[in-house]
């Protein structure tokens, strides 16, 4: 590559302001490692009259029309930082098509189109890197597509939305309620307005797809995953959690098993001691489980401009250093496998149950009777006094293990019993 590195901005938002303060206070520093100078010498905005905290040195062009930006090729990596899926989608693969390298942070549009993008990348040979897409400023895709390259991934758990384990961890050490720590959330900036994509555990769902295809080289569809969100969970579980010597925490979890792979997102009670308990706030981590390094933990902050923006930087940098040496996938052959996407309902593990009953005579017989039925053998209940803000009394089974499928099939017909307040909570626990 040239002396100069010219990088084409698609978003000057939350990432491309913090990629460009890096770029402006590690200069030196920077040219120490790569031998090279970069500047941005072009930015794609949404809105030209925007007041900007901070203008690159480079004195860039600024424009907010898509064709005038991707027209004037005097550049040598696109960096797309406006998230979506259409936009991007269009400037991206423009790029490649160009022979130009990209970076992107943008995990949704990688999820959805990964396959289609990565190998249009190795088709015309250029890099399409994408460390800020999973877990911000922690350095997972380099971790899983090098450093872990030896080992057979046996399984990956991960929390991987910050806003979703701020909202749990304040619930948890300060006892608020779901909306009033969403709200907070919303206010220290963490969350959007439409904080949709995280509390569904969408946004973690998203992460989970690219993790696996660095992990194994398979491509688990989206929508074949089993997603769970937090906009249920009650304080009293998560109470109830932390008297049993638990933790409720949103995660997103692939196990490889003999005939194929089990993933999905959901909230579940982490044992007090797990590793991933005290991973609190915005913060993220991501336990991998290597057949020959066994657990290694990876853990830091999923978001900010700073953090992010150090992650998109190291994949700019890590293009001009081995420019002839492109890796997108971590794979030489057949990068993009199809995974065998085994049924969530089949998982067996340990689970918390909590029944909202009328106090009346018959009713623990009743539900030990359904348990029985379908083969969940109880390890712990317990009958908890009246809590202020419910009707009824609240009882608590912890199971041994059983499948997904059986416990789904109990709580339907204990749902449907007439001394059953509310619906039944469930919630996995991880071991
Ligand atoms: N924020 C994080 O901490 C974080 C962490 C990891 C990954 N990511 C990913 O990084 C990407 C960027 O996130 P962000 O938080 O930086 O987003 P952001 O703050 O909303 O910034 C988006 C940028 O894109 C521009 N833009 C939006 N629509 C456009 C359009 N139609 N035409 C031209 N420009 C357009 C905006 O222009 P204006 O400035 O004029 O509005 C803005 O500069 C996303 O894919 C996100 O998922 C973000």
């Avoid at 590559?1 to 010219?6: A, G, Q, S, T």
């Avoid at 688990?220 to 933790?247: M, R, S, T």
Wanted: charged share 20%.
């Amino acid at each position: 590559m040239k002396e100069v590195v010219k990088i084409a901005l698609a978003g000057f938002g939350t990432v491309g302001t913090g990629l460009v303060k890096i770029l402006m206070e590690n200069k030196d520093w920077i040219k120490r490692r790569t031998g090279k100078e970069i500047i941005v010498s072009q930015i794609l905005v949404k809105n030209l009259n925007k007041p900007r905290p901070i203008i690159p040195q480079s004195e860039p062009i600024f424009t907010n029309n898509v064709d005038e930006f991707l027209q004037n090729k005097d550049w040598d990596i696109l960096v797309e930082l406006i998230g979506g899926l259409e936009l991007p989608y269009q400037i991206i693969s423009k790029a490649i098509l160009f022979g130009k390298h990209v970076v992107t942070a943008n995990k949704a549009l990688l999820a959805i189109k990964g396959k289609e993008l990565l190998q249009l990348a190795n088709a015309k040979n250029v890099g399409l890197y994408f460390e800020a897409s999973v877990g911000g400023g922690i350095p997972i895709v380099q971790t899983l597509k090098e450093s872990l390259c030896a080992n057979k991934v046996t399984s990956i758990s991960g929390i991987l939305n910050g806003t979703a384990n701020y909202i749990l961890t304040e619930m948890s050490q300060q006892g608020l309620s779901f909306d009033l720590a969403l709200k907070q959330a919303q206010e220290k900036g963490y969350a959007e307005a439409d904080p949709a994509l995280d509390i569904d555990g969408i946004d973690a769902a998203h992460k989970l797809v690219i993790l696996i295809f660095l992990a194994y080289g398979e491509i688990y569809p989206f929508e074949k995953l089993w997603i769970k969100g937090i906009k249920q969970v009650d304080l009293l579980d998560i109470n109830f959690a932390k008297e049993l010597g638990y933790i409720l925490k949103l995660i997103a979890q692939v196990q490889r098993e003999s005939n194929g792979l089990r993933a999905g997102v959901f909230p579940a009670f982490f044992p007090n001691n797990h590793i991933l308990s005290k991973v609190d706030g915005a913060f993220n981590a991501i336990l991998v489980q290597g057949n020959a390094t066994g657990p290694v933990v990876l853990c830091g902050q999923g978001a900010g401009d700073l953090p992010t923006g150090s992650s998109v930087l190291a994949d700019i940098i890590s293009l001009i250093k081995h420019n002839s040496q492109i890796n997108n996938t971590g794979f030489k052959d057949d990068p993009f496998q199809q995974a065998k996407c085994l049924d969530f309902m089949d998982w067996e593990c340990k689970h918390y149950f909590r029944f909202q009953v009328k106090d009346k005579p018959g009713v623990l017989s009743s539900l030990s009777g359904v348990m029985g039925e379908y083969n969940i053998s109880i390890a712990q209940a317990i009958q908890k006094t009246q809590t202020k803000t419910k009707q009824g009394v609240p009882i608590v089974f912890l199971s041994h293990r059983a499948k997904l499928k059986q416990v789904t099939a109990a709580i339907n017909k204990i749902n449907e019993f007439d001394f059953i307040l509310e619906p039944t909570i469930h919630y996995p626990i991880i071991e």
